[in-house]
């Protein structure tokens, strides 16, 4: 059992930052595959990025390619997710996910424990 805490999340202005934390309990995390979603108003949670185990490789969807990081560390048992360069269309809940099976899945109904989503507002 893994259980997820998202931190982070706020109101910032176009062109700001966010650091979005996701903390899991337990001591396997290193064996998870870890995930960050996003669901607008009205829309289906869509896949944003995932990290490898070891936090070596990582995936982005391409409208977050060269603003958004994933990154872990497995000795805190934290996931982050860095967004810079922040636009209105980035405004949803951020939810972390972890997979015990792999990494580098974008299925909502792939992943097996989910945190509770952080609210993230970008304002124009």
């Given at each position: 059992?893994?259980?997820?805490?998202?931190?982070?999340?706020?109101?910032?202005?176009?062109?700001?930052?966010?650091?979005?934390?996701?903390?899991?309990?337990?001591?396997?995390?290193?064996?998870?595959?870890?995930?960050?979603?996003?669901?607008?108003?009205?829309?289906?949670?869509?896949?944003?990025?995932?990290?490898?185990?070891?936090?070596?490789?990582?995936?982005?969807?391409?409208s977050v390619k060269g603003r958004?990081?994933?990154?872990?560390?497995?000795?805190?048992?934290?996931?982050?997710?860095?967004?810079?360069?922040?636009?209105?269309?980035?405004?949803?809940?951020?939810?972390?996910?972890?997979?015990?099976?792999?990494?580098?899945?974008?299925?909502?109904?792939?992943?097996?424990y989910w945190g509770q989503g952080?609210?993230?507002?970008?304002?124009?």
């Open positions: 059992q893994v259980q997820l805490v998202e931190s982070g999340g706020g109101l910032v202005q176009a062109g700001g930052s966010l650091r979005l934390s996701c903390a899991a309990s337990g001591r396997t995390f290193s064996s998870y595959g870890m995930g960050w979603f996003r669901q607008a108003p009205g829309k289906e949670r869509e896949f944003v990025a995932a990290i490898s185990y070891s936090g070596g490789t990582t995936y982005l969807i391409d958004f990081t994933i990154s872990r560390d497995n000795a805190k048992n934290t996931v982050y997710l860095q967004m810079n360069s922040l636009k209105p269309e980035d405004t949803a809940v951020y939810y972390c996910a972890a997979d015990g099976t792999t990494w580098g899945r974008r299925r909502v109904n792939e992943y097996d952080t609210q993230v507002t970008v304002s124009s």
